[in-house]
């Protein structure tokens, strides 16, 4: 599954200078805001995308019950385990990263502008993973709870809600699947293909820095299979975050498990 979105542009050149690979956890005070006008007609925007089958008075009651706020990168948006706020992305790109229980971190998918999260808060429930901010993000909230009353006085909304669950069932499934079957060359390949347009352009929203994370393999590994992959001339690393893409069609062709063409 290819991301969906097209790259905004990071506000700085070495947001990711950190010594770990996936996001930070950077503890940040958060200050949460009501929309002004222009923010609310953003959200009101987002919102429609993201619910369609929502009536119109919800979308006006969430867009003017919303809570702002603008993070930097390596802010945590929200944490795993805490009870999770129905989250809407207005702006930037965030990551979705899981911690097991023996301490690995995996990052499971990236957030992006237009993305509404938190559904089990709905249901009271605590979140499963962090969202990390990878870029400066301006995102908006809702209590789990107001949500909830939400959707039992609008049908249109508790589709909607359904159907957006199950797409990221479908994108979760689909990322344990990959984590579980392929070798690391293969999820490196995959990563790298389904993030093209965040890897790949100039300059970067998503660091090389977060490929261990994105694959489920240690640091070294990820490094072996990019130094293969820039002696085989489909990539090339440049300065200490980035990556260059040389060879687009050997990328695609690599990363399709379906493709047996030699």
């Known amino acids: 599954m290819r991301h969906q979105g097209h790259a905004e542009r ?18 940040a005070s ?6 002004r006008p222009d923010d609310r007609e953003r959200v009101s925007e987002l919102l429609v995308q993201a619910l369609p089958n929502a009536t119109s008075e919800t979308i006006e009651t969430l867009a003017g019950t919303a809570r702002l706020s603008e993070v930097g990168p390596g802010d945590v948006v929200f944490r ?22 023996d301490g690995r971190q995996l990052v499971l998918s990236i957030a992006s502008p237009g ?4 559904h089990p808060g709905i249901a009271g429930r605590a979140a499963s993973q962090d969202l990390v901010a990878i870029t400066p993000t301006k995102v908006a ?31 979760t499934i689909e990322r344990l699947d990959g984590f579980i079957h392929q070798e690391a060359r293969g999820r490196v390949l995959r990563v790298l293909a389904t993030y093209a347009d965040l890897f790949f352009s100039e300059p970067p929203v998503l660091p090389r820095t977060l490929l261990p994370g994105l694959v489920g393999t240690s640091r070294e590994m990820t490094g072996r299979v990019l130094r293969s992959l820039e002696a085989e ?9 980035g990556l260059r893409l040389l060879a687009p069609a050997a990328l695609e062709q690599a990363a399709d498990p379906t493709d047996t063409a030699s």
Do not use: K
């Open 233 to 241: 001339g489909v990539i090339s690393r440049v300065g200490r975050h």
């Open 30 to 35: 958060i200050a949460w805001t009501v929309p």
């Open 141 to 171: 909230r809702w209590s789990g709870t107001d949500v909830r009353a939400l959707v039992l006085a609008d049908p249109g909304l508790a589709v909607s809600v359904i159907d957006v669950m199950a797409r990221f069932w479908g994108i």
């Open 80 to 101: 795993q385990g805490e009870t999770i706020p129905f989250t809407l992305v207005i702006r930037g790109y965030g990551a979705f990263r899981r911690t097991m229980t």
């Open 115 to 118: 993305w509404l999260v938190g």
């Open 10 to 27: 990071p506000n700085c050149d070495d947001a990711y200078d950190r010594r770990a690979s996936p996001p930070g956890t950077r503890e």
